[in-house]
């Protein structure tokens, strides 16, 4: 269960994980700690970073450009690695559309 008391199906907290895999192996490819990144992001603390990465928590969009920044990699490129990761099916759906 989620915090909002919603159940999320085994798939959908694997794409989850596998989100927060990705923004994990950022920060370490940066050598920065969860405290470090937490401390650049602000408003945000360790805790809540370690549970990004652990796929409890996905990360907002509202928050994907500060991490972005802080992890040094472009937003765009961010949104559509994590789009793929947490929601396939729309993004891909979402992306032959616009592509057409």
Do not use: C, K
């Not at 994907?64 to 990761?85: F, I, T």
Request: glycine share 8%; hydrophobic share 45%; charged share 25%.
């Amino acid at each position: 269960m989620t915090e909002e008391g919603l159940i999320i199906s085994t798939e959908a907290r694997g794409r989850m994980r596998a989100g927060g895999v990705y923004l994990r192996n950022l920060r370490e490819s940066q050598e920065i700690t969860r405290a470090e990144l937490a401390e650049q992001l602000l408003s945000v603390s360790e805790a809540l970073v370690s549970d990004i990465e652990a796929g409890s928590v996905r990360l907002s969009i509202e928050d994907m450009s500060r991490w972005a920044l802080a992890l040094g990699v472009r937003h765009d490129m961010m949104a559509d690695a994590l789009g793929r990761l947490y929601d396939p099916l729309p993004f891909d759906t979402f992306w032959t559309r616009a592509a057409a």
